[in-house]
Nanobody, 111 residues
Framework: QVQLVESGGGLVQAGGSLRLSCAASSSIFSTYGMAWYRQTPGKQRDLVAAITPTGRTNYADSVKGRFTISRDNARNTVYLQMNSLKPEDTAVYYC?????WGEGTQVTVSS
């Protein structure tokens, strides 16, 4: 039932920041767990960060301390604030919830 649309990707220099957004179509968004994944060519799609309906968060070790996931239930939106970006963060980032994937947004970090 839910549809997910990511935005906010782009090209940024190492050390810079980006904020990704994922807008969900569901009026019961507040009951959904949400997550961000990322994938590079030839690699599996890996979990980056997740947030529960009540706001509890988990992060991959590789991004802990640099990325922050948050949600705004009034806007049916989840965010991923990415700071201190590294070239190895370059990937397509996907929003995920309830067995549904967004189309992805490209993040490229230059050295």
């Amino acid at each position: 039932q839910v549809q997910l649309v990511e935005s906010g990707g782009g090209l940024v220099q190492a050390g810079g920041s980006l904020r990704l957004s994922c807008a969900a179509s569901s009026s019961i968004f507040s009951t959904y767990g949400m997550a961000w994944y990322r994938q590079t060519p030839g690699k599996q799609r890996d979990l980056v960060a997740a947030i529960t309906p009540t706001g509890r968060t988990n992060y991959a070790d590789s991004v802990k301390g640099r990325f922050t996931i948050s949600r705004d239930n009034a806007r049916n939106t989840v965010y991923l604030q990415m700071n201190s970006l590294k070239p190895e963060d370059t990937a397509v980032y996907y929003c995920y919830s309830r067995s549904t994937w967004g189309e992805g947004t490209q993040v490229t970090v230059s050295s």
